[in-house]
């Protein structure tokens, strides 16, 4: 029986370890990059995740540990992929710390598209807000990074 059980175990090993070789040359192998996985088809990203740096362009900060929300200097700005240029929100949500609002007074964003104004709009007021607005088709590129953001006045 010992005998039996031995013979089907190598029996098995040699019959999976055979096999034809290919009709094709194997594919070049790459390493990836150390670092987060990147997000090809980012579309949308919550600030509190940490792969959010791999879309950050520019004048984004880091989060702090558990930290929902991220603060940002005057022209934050993150990259973007779409399949199609057609059919698009520009979507933000975001707050303005009252201490922020006593020393500047009001604040007025422009809201941008790879670089072109969607909108503008003055704030007054600290509490969380959340701006929507179609994005014109001729605003963005299928298919290539696209970057979103605004300006902060």
């Not at 034809?20 to 579309?43: C, F, H, I, N, W």
């Not at 984004?60 to 057609?86: F, M």
């Not at 929100?89 to 707050?95: M, S």
């Not at 298919?143 to 605004?150: C, D, I, Y």
Request: aromatic fraction near 10%; proline fraction near 10%.
């Amino acid at each position: 029986m010992v005998h039996r059980a031995q013979t089907l175990i190598a029996l098995t090993a040699l019959l999976t370890a055979c096999a034809p070789a290919p009709d094709y040359p194997v594919p070049p192998q790459k390493r990836m990059p150390a670092g987060p996985e990147p997000l090809p088809s980012a579309t949308f990203m919550r600030m509190s995740n940490p792969a959010a740096d791999s879309v950050i362009e520019e004048d984004i900060l880091h989060a702090e540990p558990g930290s929902a929300w991220r603060w940002t200097n005057q022209h934050p700005r993150v990259k973007l992929w779409v399949d199609t240029n057609s059919g698009w929100q520009f979507h933000v949500k975001f707050t303005f710390a009252g201490v922020i609002l006593k020393e500047t007074g009001p604040i007025t964003l422009r809201f941008l598209v790879n670089d072109k104004e969607l909108a503008t709009q003055t704030f007054t007021t600290e509490r969380e807000y959340e701006y929507s607005k179609p994005v014109p088709a001729a605003m963005l590129n299928a298919n290539e990074p696209n970057t979103a953001g605004f300006d902060i006045d």
